[in-house]
């Protein structure tokens, strides 16, 4: 994506209106929120100068909201455009999917899971990673199939879902957070922490967004 034509003027819902046109998205305004197509999910951003970071806020309808916080170094304007582009590496094609029907293939990997007597489609993100120099990261492998199994274990009511998850190395220290629902998922945090992720001096963060959405009853 070329950034310069999206982050013209540097406020966050200006940048916001920039990333649905340049994916051909028509949308109204009504009390602040963007409403692609004219109808929800509707979408708002955002920032905080002071502590460099914003949040995105997805209105699924009146009762479910999907929040998305992000941020960046530097200037006013530099780290408004690091934080976007955090968002749309690690979430905005993940609601482009799963809310707008736009799947770009090398971004979303979608697939079909049974969850108690339900089918849920499944728009998982790729996972965003982070460091403090050029140390790469490295995903441990299953990971997403793992957080499959340990859904299986949980009983989900309503037709959306959203998992969020995200770990942490800072030196010797390492931290790990799921969230289902936009409340702490304990087996989902298990499911993080079981794996061997390398522990190094060096800083860096790792965060993945994946959207549940009911298609029919087993």
């Known amino acids: 994506m070329n950034w310069n034509s ?20 028509s949308y109204s305004i009504q009390d602040d929120w963007l409403l692609p197509n004219g109808e ?5 951003a955002e920032w905080h100068p002071g502590s460099q ?4 806020f997805v209105m699924v309808n009146e009762n479910t909201f999907v929040e998305q916080s992000f941020a960046g170094v530097g200037t006013d304007f530099d780290s408004l455009t690091q934080a976007f582009y955090e968002f749309v590496i690690g979430s ?5 999917a799963a809310f707008w029907t736009n799947v770009i293939l090398d971004r979303v990997q979608v ?12 728009y998982a993100g ?5 460091s403090s120099d050029e140390f790469s990261v490295i995903v441990p492998d299953g990971l997403i199939a793992s957080i499959e199994m340990a859904l299986k274990n949980e009983s989900l009511n ?3 879902h959203c998992i969020q998850t995200f770990v942490c190395n800072m030196g010797k220290h390492q931290v790990f957070e799921a969230k289902l629902d936009s ?14 992720w390398e522990e190094t001096k060096s800083f860096y963060i790792v965060k993945n967004l994946i959207i549940l959405r009911s298609v029919s009853n087993v």
């Open 6 to 25: 999206v982050v013209i003027n540097p406020s966050p819902m200006n940048v916001l209106c920039g990333l649905l046109e340049k994916y051909s998205l």
């Open 40 to 44: 929800f999910p509707a979408i708002r």
């Open 53 to 56: 970071s914003g949040i995105i």
């Open 92 to 96: 905005f094609h993940v609601f482009l």
């Open 111 to 122: 697939e079909r899971w049974v969850i108690g007597k339900q089918i849920f489609q499944i």
């Open 126 to 130: 790729v996972f965003f990673k982070q």
């Open 158 to 160: 309503g037709d959306f």
């Open 183 to 196: 409340k702490v998922w304990e087996a989902g945090t298990k499911c993080l922490s079981g794996y061997n």
